[in-house]
């Protein structure tokens, strides 16, 4: 799918958390989720992430159970009614297993696939999976972030999970890399890796970034959540020329508008 086509491609966020649409009950939590992904779809998403695990700083974890009714559901249905790529974002590896016999064709682990049971889950299908960054866990990680450097500390932990992968049977052809801004960094470390995000090309494997929305973006400009959007495509902007392939957002038509204007400069450049 996603690996072999368009170079810079627009992920769709689809959030199926309790906070996130209507309290009316299972049913119409799916038909809202359902014709968001529409509406995505409509937006020019290149691909959609269904996520059941609020990973928020600060959050707790949700049960396997929960986040199953939650995701899956929402994957067959989606999987019925389009013929979308699917990312499920998720550290579990049952919700890997059930979402990828749902019809999900990447899983989106802001883990890596380090819980018990996830590089198995992965190993034992053929879809593509990105591994991210965090340093600690999401309830903690905003604490106190520490590193070295943190552009070197995370592709060496990126890396490191590379290994995992191969060793596990997983190949190099199914792997995406994220940085992942926000999860266990300060704004300082966000923008050190923004700014210097080539270096993650020498892992040789295609990325995926995250700066939809994110406090990074909310720190400089004062804005609240619902308010970043011009300041959130400057980042994607800023991605997409560093050579990001995937950019997850929240506003999926503006961005796609982005990445237009950002292909047609960078085609430019073979002529
Ligand atoms: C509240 C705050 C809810 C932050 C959700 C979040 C990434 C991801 C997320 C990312 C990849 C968000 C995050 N972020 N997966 N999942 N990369 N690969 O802002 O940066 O969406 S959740």
Redesign the pocket.
Known sequence: MSKNSKPLQVMG?V?VTPDSFSDGGEYNRLNDAVDHVAQLINDGADLI?I?GE????G?NSVAEQEELDRVVPLVKAVRERFDVPISV?TTKARVMSESIRAGANLI?D?NALREEGALEALSASNVEV?L?HMQGEPRSMQHNPLYDDVVCDVKTFLQERVHACENAGIDRERIWL?P????GKSVRHNYQLLQRLQAFHELQLPL???????SMIGHVTGREVKERLAGSLAAATIAAMKGARII?V?DVKETVDAMKVIAATLEGEHL
């Open positions: 966020i959030n992430d996520g609020s990973t928020r700083p959050s974002d989106n802001v990105c991210m994220d992942g801004f926000g999860f995926l970034v995250g700066l939809s929305r994110k997850r929240h």
